[in-house]
Every structure is written in structure tokens, then in C-alpha cells.
């Protein structure tokens, strides 16, 4: 078997699963899948930054709530409709990670770390000291009637889920194909070795800027779709604990791999989900289960499978 | 002239790495920079390629001043660089490194073919499949000159090439680039002397930043004063 068609069967028939879980989950946990799919898209933004370009940043939440934001404020202010609500998100997104990107891009290695999580408390004090429109900590309800897509009410749990789906579907099928593409392998050479990459010529912050700009752009999509879907628009959106989120996420299903955002994703959310109701000590459970993964599986659970079921695993 | 240097100068806290270097290689040449450890030699290819800032004077390329570009646009100007420290890409194929390096200058189905080309001509086309990371020294250093290559450029600097190849495979590079000659111009620098004597045509020497001396193989081998800097008296 080719590896393409492999990584067709691979990626198509988690999407089919996905699609077909729908019709038969619990109430409960069809809920919390749609929730996953989207959380799972603002990871596989991360990993393009994280897992292929090798940069970490530490202030991603900036961009998923600059899409967050930047949808919401228009429903709240300019009586938007979903639609362009969505694309006032993502043009945020874009705009935010460019000139983020062009500054912090100046730095690397830890210094790029300390700069994306400094501007990140920037942008998160900025819609504290903003709360006149904002609303601050509290945040906003974005209400049903203003949730209502062509007609499609994405209140209701089985558009939500649909809606969710076609978000993650969207991005994991978009970054699948840039990683096999001129432009991936190049952001893979920059992580593999910077150095040689510019000594084949490549324009290398360029390269870094374009990541950063779709990295961020697909974060701020899921932040956009995230406030939309479940009705909410808060400030604890853009605080550091949703930088950190992403970063574990990928770090737990893979970094580098395109299903590993998903898992990992998925596999967290499930973690917590299911320890708070053995103990209200749940975060002890949760740690030493990472602490165990990062001990045994230090490539995260897809980069376990690539590592000794198929090396070629995108 | 198809690359030139003039007042080249570069200085680290006060030392003369590079000093005042007037450097001349013609189009076609196969030219070896030689001189003793510390002499200079990677600063000065450093400096032509734009990965060292120079502290004053000029490199030129086919006519053109090409001083104060930065290393990848002097790269596309069809300027290849091997590093001394081997440094391919070793979590990724050979053929994908190869390839990294050919798609610059050409797309679709040229870049396989290029890159199945450098790497018959190094000899490790039966490799394409393997990590780089896992082949031995010496292949790794191959794949290096594979990479230079697989960029068809006009002017190919390789840094210490044989260093830690085989004598098997030290023959095999000398046969590569008496067989390149002609078709691009090389800049070779080198430790091994019998390498130099056989493989260029003409030999610069590097001795504390400024050159020394240049000549054919012939001149260099009779000339006194690099004997007594650099090949030995005895």
C-alpha cells in the first residue's frame, strides 16, 4: 500500500468515525465531542507552529481569542451576522499573528517563548482595561438569535456537532495537505536545522512569518467557531492557561503528527472528565497520568504509533 | 570573474581572522584553500557566502557586488555551500534532503530527477529511502556534496569535503570533481594535501588571515614560505 493511500485511510476513516459517532453517542458525550473537535482545531494550529516549524510559543491564546474576539465584538457592537462574525475572526486572527509574528520573530529559541507569553498577558490585560465593550472578566453571552447561520441555529446540539465537524475536518485535511507540500517540508528543514535551511537558500523568516500567520489564523478560526457554537465570549479565553492547553494537548497526542492534536485533545479532555468523578482530586490523577505518558511515551500517543507501527505517519 | 573579494577584512575582539584579502576565481576553475588550522579558511568562505558579516571590503559575484546580501538570497544567486560540520537534515530521507535542496531552483518532476542525479554521482542512490541520521560518517559527508550538487550551482564551495570519508571513498572524490571541472567552478577547502595536489588546479594559502601565497599544485609544492608555514620543512 503507498503511503498516500495510507494516509488517506488513516485520515479519511478518522473523519468517517467522527461523522458516524453522531448518530449513536449519548447526549453527554456528543456534546463534549463537538467541544473536543473544535478544541482539537485550535491545537492543530498550534502544531503547525509547534510540531512542523519547531517554534514554541507560549501565547497562542492571543490568536484564539483575537478570533474569539474579533467575532463576538462584531455580533455584540455591529449586529453581525454569523457569517461575517466569523470572517471578522479570522481577518483578527490574521492581522494579530502577522504583527505578532514580525516582532517576535526577531528572537528565538526561550527569548521567543518569553516574548509570544508576554504580548499574550498584553492582549489579555487589553480586553480587561477594554470592558466597557468587552465586559472584562464577566464576558458576553452571544444570544440565540445571533447564532443563527443561514438559517442553521448553531445553538442546537446536533448543528453544533456538525458544525464542529466541518471545522476539524477543514483544518485537519488543510494542514495534512500543506505538510506534504514544497512549502511543509521547507517549515520541516527549518525545524530539523535553521541553519542548513538558509543555506539551500531558503528565505527562512519568510518561512517562520507564513507560519506563524497560518498557525495563528487556524486558532483564531477554532476561537471564532468556539465563541459562536457554545455562546460565550470571555476574558479567561485569553488567558495564559489557554496558551498552555494547546502545548499539552500536542505535546500528549504527538507533536509533528497530524491526528496527535486529536488525540491528545481528546484524550485530556477525557482524563479530566473521568477522574472528577472518581475524586475531587482529580488534578492528581490527571498529573501523574502526563508525568507517566512523558516518561513512557515522550513522543506523545501518535508519535508512539510512528515510532513502531508506520514510520510514515504525516 | 566569477567571484572576487577585495580589502576583505574581518576582525573578532581585535583578532585578524581576515585580513585585506584580494581573492580572484575565474569561471570554471577548480580552486583549493589551504593554510593551517586557525589560518582563517572558514571565516573567509564564511564571509563569501554571507554567513559572517564582514568587518570591511567587498565580495563580488558574476560582476555584481554581492556584499551586503544575506546568506539565502547569495544562495539563490547559484552559490552552494557544504558545511564543514556535517549538518544535513538527519530526521528526514536522504532523497528528501537531496530534494530540499534542488526544489530552489526547479519543480515537479525536475526536482527527483536532479535529486537522483547528485546522488548516483556521490554514489549512495541505493540510500534514497534512509533516514540521513542513520547513515555512517562518511556517507553523511557525501550526502553534503550530494546537496551542493542537487543545486546545480555556478560556484560549489565545499568545506573539507574528505574530511573522515574512506580512501575508498577519497578516490571516488577526486574522480567527482575532475569530473565536475569545467561545468561548475569549485572552491575547495581542504587538510588533505595529496586531495589538493590532485584535484585543483589552482592553490591559495591562508596563513593567519592574509594569503600567502597562489599558484598551481607545482608552485605551491617548490614555494618556501609556504613550506615553512604549512607543509613541513622536513
Given at each position: 500500500?503507498?503511503?498516500?493511500l495510507k494516509s488517506a485511510l488513516v485520515?479519511?476513516?478518522?473523519?468517517?468515525?467522527?461523522?458516524?459517532?453522531?448518530?449513536?453517542?449519548?447526549?453527554?458525550?456528543?456534546?463534549?465531542?463537538?467541544?473536543?473537535?473544535?478544541?482539537?482545531?485550535?491545537?492543530?494550529?498550534?502544531?503547525?507552529?509547534?510540531?512542523?516549524?519547531?517554534?514554541?510559543?507560549?501565547?497562542?491564546?492571543?490568536?484564539?481569542?483575537?478570533?474569539?474576539?474579533?467575532?463576538?465584538?462584531?455580533?455584540?457592537?455591529?449586529?453581525?451576522?454569523?457569517?461575517?462574525?466569523?470572517?471578522?475572526?479570522?481577518?483578527?486572527?490574521?492581522?494579530?499573528?502577522?504583527?505578532?509574528?514580525?516582532?517576535?520573530?526577531?528572537?528565538?529559541?526561550?527569548a521567543f517563548m518569553i516574548v509570544t507569553?508576554?504580548?499574550?498577558?498584553?492582549?489579555?490585560?487589553?480586553?480587561?482595561?477594554?470592558?466597557?465593550?468587552?465586559?472584562?472578566?464577566?464576558?458576553?453571552?452571544?444570544?440565540?438569535?445571533?447564532?443563527?447561520?443561514?438559517?442553521?441555529?448553531?445553538?442546537?446540539?446536533?448543528?453544533?456537532?456538525?458544525?464542529?465537524?466541518?471545522?476539524?475536518?477543514?483544518?485537519?485535511?488543510?494542514?495534512?495537505?500543506?505538510?506534504?507540500?514544497?512549502?511543509?517540508?521547507?517549515?520541516?528543514?527549518?525545524?530539523?536545522?535553521?541553519?542548513?535551511?538558509?543555506?539551500?537558500?531558503?528565505?527562512?523568516f519568510a518561512r517562520k512569518l507564513a507560519?506563524?500567520?497560518?498557525?495563528?489564523?487556524?486558532?483564531?478560526?477554532?476561537?471564532?467557531?468556539?465563541?459562536?457554537?457554545?455562546?460565550?465570549?470571555?476574558?479567561?479565553?485569553?488567558?495564559?492557561?489557554?496558551?498552555?492547553?494547546?502545548?499539552?494537548?500536542?505535546?500528549?497526542?504527538?507533536?509533528?503528527?497530524?491526528?496527535?492534536?486529536?488525540?491528545?485533545?481528546?484524550?485530556?479532555?477525557?482524563?479530566?472528565?473521568?477522574?472528577?468523578?472518581?475524586?475531587?482530586?482529580?488534578?492528581?490523577?490527571?498529573?501523574?497520568?502526563?508525568?507517566?505518558?512523558?516518561?513512557?511515551?515522550?513522543?506523545?500517543?501518535?508519535?508512539?504509533?510512528?515510532?513502531?507501527?508506520?514510520?510514515?505517519?504525516? | 570573474?566569477?567571484?572576487?573579494?577585495?580589502?576583505?577584512?574581518?576582525?573578532?575582539?581585535?583578532?585578524?581572522?581576515?585580513?585585506?584579502?584580494?581573492?580572484?576565481?575565474?569561471?570554471?576553475?577548480?580552486?583549493?584553500?589551504?593554510?593551517?588550522?586557525?589560518?582563517?579558511?572558514?571565516?573567509?568562505?564564511?564571509?563569501?557566502?554571507?554567513?559572517?558579516?564582514?568587518?570591511?571590503?567587498?565580495?563580488?559575484?558574476?560582476?555584481?557586488?554581492?556584499?551586503?546580501?544575506?546568506?539565502?538570497?547569495?544562495?539563490?544567486?547559484?552559490?552552494?555551500?557544504?558545511?564543514?560540520?556535517?549538518?544535513?537534515?538527519?530526521?528526514?530521507?536522504?532523497?528528501?534532503?537531496?530534494?530540499?535542496?534542488?526544489?530552489?531552483?526547479?519543480?515537479?518532476?525536475?526536482?527527483?530527477?536532479?535529486?537522483?542525479?547528485?546522488?548516483?554521482?556521490?554514489?549512495?542512490?541505493?540510500?534514497?529511502?534512509?533516514?540521513?541520521?542513520?547513515?555512517?560518517?562518511?556517507?553523511?559527508?557525501?550526502?553534503?556534496?550530494?546537496?551542493?550538487?542537487?543545486?546545480?550551482?555556478?560556484?560549489?564551495?565545499?568545506?573539507?569535503?574528505?574530511?573522515?570519508?574512506?580512501?575508498?571513498?577519497?578516490?571516488?572524490?577526486?574522480?567527482?570533481?575532475?569530473?565536475?571541472?569545467?561545468?561548475?567552478?569549485?572552491?575547495?577547502?581542504?587538510?588533505?594535501?595529496?586531495?589538493?595536489?590532485?584535484?585543483?588546479?589552482?592553490?591559495?594559502?591562508?596563513?593567519?588571515?592574509?594569503?600567502?601565497?597562489?599558484?598551481?599544485?607545482?608552485?605551491?609544492?617548490?614555494?618556501?614560505?609556504?613550506?615553512?608555514?604549512?607543509?613541513?620543512?622536513?
Amino acid at each position: 500500500m503507498s503511503e498516500g493511500l495510507k494516509s488517506a485511510l488513516v485520515h479519511g476513516g478518522l473523519l468517517v468515525v467522527l461523522f458516524g459517532l453522531q448518530f449513536v453517542l449519548p447526549a453527554y458525550h456528543h456534546g463534549n465531542l463537538a467541544r473536543i473537535m473544535v478544541l482539537a482545531s485550535y491545537a492543530i494550529g498550534f502544531n503547525v507552529l509547534f510540531g512542523y516549524t519547531g517554534l514554541l510559543s507560549l501565547g497562542h491564546a492571543l490568536f484564539f481569542a483575537a478570533g474569539m474576539y474579533g467575532m463576538g465584538l462584531s455580533v455584540e457592537h455591529l449586529g453581525a451576522a454569523p457569517a461575517p462574525a466569523l470572517l471578522a475572526g479570522v481577518v483578527a486572527g490574521l492581522l494579530v499573528s502577522g504583527v505578532i509574528g514580525v516582532l517576535a520573530l526577531r528572537t528565538s529559541g526561550v527569548a521567543f517563548m518569553i516574548v509570544t507569553l508576554m504580548f499574550a498577558q498584553a492582549g489579555y490585560l487589553t480586553v480587561l482595561y477594554a470592558g466597557a465593550y468587552t465586559r472584562g472578566d464577566e464576558g458576553f453571552v452571544v444570544q440565540q438569535a445571533q447564532r443563527v447561520m443561514m438559517g442553521v441555529d448553531l445553538s442546537d446540539p446536533s448543528h453544533r456537532y456538525f458544525a464542529g465537524f466541518t471545522l476539524f475536518a477543514i483544518c485537519l485535511i488543510a494542514t495534512l495537505w500543506l505538510v506534504r507540500s514544497p512549502f511543509g517540508k521547507v517549515l520541516i528543514a527549518i525545524r530539523e536545522n535553521e541553519d542548513r535551511a538558509t543555506m539551500l537558500g531558503y528565505d527562512v523568516f519568510a518561512r517562520k512569518l507564513a507560519a506563524v500567520m497560518i498557525s495563528g489564523t487556524i486558532s483564531a478560526m477554532a476561537g471564532a467557531v468556539y465563541g459562536l457554537l457554545f455562546g460565550y465570549v470571555g476574558a479567561s479565553f485569553a488567558s495564559v492557561q489557554y496558551s498552555i492547553f494547546p502545548l499539552l494537548w500536542v505535546l500528549l497526542g504527538g507533536a509533528g503528527t497530524i491526528v496527535g492534536p486529536f488525540i491528545g485533545t481528546l484524550f485530556m479532555f477525557y482524563l479530566i472528565d473521568l477522574s472528577s468523578q472518581v475524586t475531587t482530586a482529580y488534578m492528581l490523577i490527571a498529573g501523574i497520568v502526563l508525568v507517566a505518558l512523558t516518561l513512557f511515551a515522550p513522543q506523545g500517543l501518535a508519535g508512539m504509533l510512528r515510532k513502531r507501527i508506520w514510520r510514515g505517519l504525516p | 570573474m566569477l567571484l572576487s573579494t577585495r580589502g576583505l577584512s574581518k576582525q573578532f575582539a581585535g583578532l585578524h581572522a581576515v585580513e585585506n584579502v584580494d581573492f580572484d576565481l575565474p569561471e570554471g576553475q577548480v580552486h583549493a584553500l589551504i593554510g593551517p588550522n586557525g589560518a582563517g579558511k572558514t571565516t573567509f568562505v564564511g564571509l563569501l557566502c554571507g554567513r559572517i558579516a564582514p568587518t570591511s571590503g567587498s565580495v563580488w559575484f558574476d560582476g555584481r557586488d554581492i556584499s551586503h546580501l544575506p546568506a539565502h538570497k547569495r544562495i539563490n544567486l547559484g552559490i552552494a555551500y557544504t558545511f564543514q560540520i556535517t549538518s544535513v537534515f538527519a530526521n528526514l530521507s536522504v532523497a528528501e534532503n537531496v530534494e530540499l535542496a534542488a526544489r530552489r531552483g526547479m519543480r515537479g518532476r525536475a526536482v527527483q530527477r536532479a535529486s537522483q542525479q547528485a546522488l548516483a554521482q556521490v554514489g549512495l542512490a541505493d540510500r534514497q529511502e534512509q533516514n540521513a541520521g542513520y547513515l555512517s560518517y562518511g556517507h553523511q559527508r557525501l550526502l553534503e556534496i550530494a546537496m551542493g550538487l542537487a543545486q546545480q550551482p555556478r560556484l560549489l564551495i565545499l568545506d573539507e569535503p574528505t574530511q573522515g570519508l574512506a580512501d575508498r571513498e577519497v578516490e571516488g572524490f577526486i574522480e567527482l570533481v575532475r569530473g565536475l571541472a569545467g561545468a561548475m567552478t569549485i572552491l575547495l577547502i581542504e587538510h588533505n594535501m595529496p586531495v589538493v595536489m590532485r584535484a585543483a588546479e589552482q592553490i591559495t594559502v591562508l596563513n593567519s588571515g592574509r594569503i600567502l601565497a597562489q599558484g598551481s599544485p607545482g608552485d605551491i609544492r617548490a614555494d618556501r614560505a609556504v613550506q615553512s608555514a604549512y607543509l613541513g620543512t622536513g
